[in-house]
Antibody, heavy 122, light 107 residues
Framework: EVQLLESGGDLVQPGGSLRLSCAASGFNFNIYAINWVRQAPGKGLEWVSSISSNMISINYADSVKGRFTISRDNSKNTVYLQMNSLRAEDTAVYYC???????????????WGQGTTVTVSS | DIQMTQSPSSLSASVGDRVTITCRASQSITTYLNWYQQKPGKAPKLLIYGASNLHSGVPSRFSGSRFGTNFTLAISSLQPEDFATYYCQQSTSSPFTFGPGTKVDIK
């Protein structure tokens, strides 16, 4: 079964850091880009970041640029999102999602994890 | 950055109705437009990719079309399981922005 499983969400104070993980299984992880998408409580979807299969193309939303870092370990079938200088407005459910076409980032997202909750509050 | 707008923001419809949702891009995205369905407390599901391609396993009552920078998601005959929020998303250039969503609920 094709699956993504996020972990690492937690309650953190403003200014703190957190690392999210996205573990993949059931498909050839090495040839697919992975995205992070978040959803604040009661709000819509916000694309956060993407990383290509070969790690050459990495992109961020303006709202997280300079604070978040995406990376992947193809030997572990895992993508990470390092989140620093967290703000209250980063509070959201964070989903990782697989690109629907291989070897490109310019495509939809066809497999999503169940999400992990990040709460930034003092 | 490319801005995505959707209309309407919400609509009420009955089972069996034909429903259309419009998404507009602030500049040309050719056919790099995807549609998702999300139900409360659940992850989104891909419905349409490339503006008009039905994702595997998605019922044929869903369809997508494009006219310039305007895109439409149509549901030919609304079913009870279709009541949800629908999002468009452009994938032509980063940031890969989503539209604000259209909530479809029961009339």
């Amino acid at each position: 079964e094709v699956q993504l499983l996020e972990s690492g969400g937690d309650l953190v104070q403003p200014g703190g850091s957190l690392r999210l993980s996205c573990a993949a299984s059931g498909f050839n992880f090495n040839i697919y880009a992975i995205n992070w998408v978040r959803q604040a409580p009661g709000k819509g979807l916000e694309w956060v970041s993407s990383i290509s299969s070969n790690m050459i193309s990495i992109n961020y939303a303006d709202s997280v640029k300079g604070r978040f870092t995406i990376s992947r370990d193809n030997s572990k079938n895992t993508v990470y999102l390092q989140m620093n200088s967290l703000r209250a407005e980063d509070t959201a459910v964070y989903y990782c999602a697989k690109a629907s076409e291989h070897l490109t980032i310019f495509t939809g997202m066809d497999v999503w994890g169940q999400g992990t909750t990040v709460t930034v509050s003092s | 950055d490319i801005q995505m707008t959707q209309s309407p923001s919400s609509l009420s419809a009955s089972v069996g109705d034909r429903v259309t949702i419009t998404c507009r891009a602030s500049q040309s995205i050719t056919t790099y437009l995807n549609w998702y369905q999300q139900k409360p407390g659940k992850a989104p599901k891909l419905l349409i990719y490339g503006a008009s391609n039905l994702h595997s396993g998605v019922p044929s009552r869903f369809s997508g079309s494009r006219f310039g920078t305007n895109f439409t998601l149509a549901i030919s005959s609304l079913q009870p399981e279709d009541f949800a929020t629908y999002y468009c998303q452009q994938s032509t250039s980063s940031p890969f922005t989503f539209g604000p969503g259209t909530k479809v609920d029961i009339k």
